[in-house]
């Protein structure tokens, strides 16, 4: 079964500062890999998506992930933060499990942006 | 185009009541599926559905149920609630499969069981 972690429950940073969320997962071959975005009281939002071809995948909000087969990684990165990107990231895998096939989240990585 | 849609928004239910939630997935969406979040638990997959047919099931108790209309929408149900089913309930659309689509998210419905 595919499972997601993500190591970083709480990240503050500074308004202009970069940053690096981590996302590790375990699947057998290469899943389909999401960061989604949440903020308070809202749903989901995609951000960005890998399913093949160049591993430095470009997203909305200026947000790009960079896919590590060595490393199962899918790290979500941004050169420069913004006060409304404080919200909660969550990294996700689709690919079959069981037969079946479905989509598993981490936990999340909660942003705080300080000025 | 209407995003999802999912009511009630707010919901208070006390232990041993039993619950339904509804979702109105994104017109001309097929796929519907149904997560529970709770704080540190990130969002735990109950079920997916497409076109009425429930595709795949996580572990959850047999408590939790749904089942998909043949316009697309979506109602899940708990039955005899516990203190434990305290979360936001997402619901999330899909054209098609959704191990390989975007997931269009409701804003959710918070329950509280008292």
């Known amino acids: 079964a595919q499972s997601v972690t993500q190591p970083d429950i709480h990240i503050t940073v500074s308004e202009g500062a970069s940053l690096e969320l981590r996302c590790n997962y375990s699947y057998g071959a290469t899943p389909y890999l999401f960061w989604y975005v949440q903020s308070p009281g809202q749903g989901l939002q995609l951000l960005l998506k890998?399913?093949?071809?160049?591993?430095l995948v470009q997203g909305i909000k200026g947000f790009e992930a960079e896919f590590k087969r060595s490393q199962s990684s899918f790290n979500l990165r941004k050169p420069s933060v913004h006060w409304s990107d404080a919200a909660e990231y969550f990294c996700?895998?689709?690919?079959?499990?069981?037969?079946?096939?479905?989509?598993?989240f981490g936990t999340g990585t909660k942003l705080q942006v300080i000025p | 185009k209407a995003g999802v849609t999912q009511t009630p928004r707010y919901l208070i239910k006390t232990r041993g009541q039993q619950v339904t939630l509804s979702c109105s997935p994104i017109s001309g969406h097929r796929s519907v599926s149904w997560y529970q979040q709770t704080p540190g638990q990130g969002l735990q997959f109950l079920f997916e559905y497409f076109s009425e047919t429930q595709r795949n099931k996580g572990n959850f108790p047999g408590r939790f149920s749904g089942r998909q209309f043949s316009n697309s929408r979506s109602e899940m149900n708990v039955s005899t609630l516990e203190l434990g089913d305290s979360a936001l309930y997402l619901c999330?659309?899909?054209?098609?499969?959704?191990?390989?689509?975007?997931?269009?998210f409701g804003s959710g419905t918070q329950l509280s069981v008292l």
């Open positions: 999330a659309s899909s054209l098609g499969q959704s191990t390989n689509e975007k997931l269009f």
């Open positions: 996700a895998v689709g690919a079959q499990s069981g037969g079946y096939q479905k989509v598993t």
């Open positions: 890998y399913f093949s071809g160049d591993t």
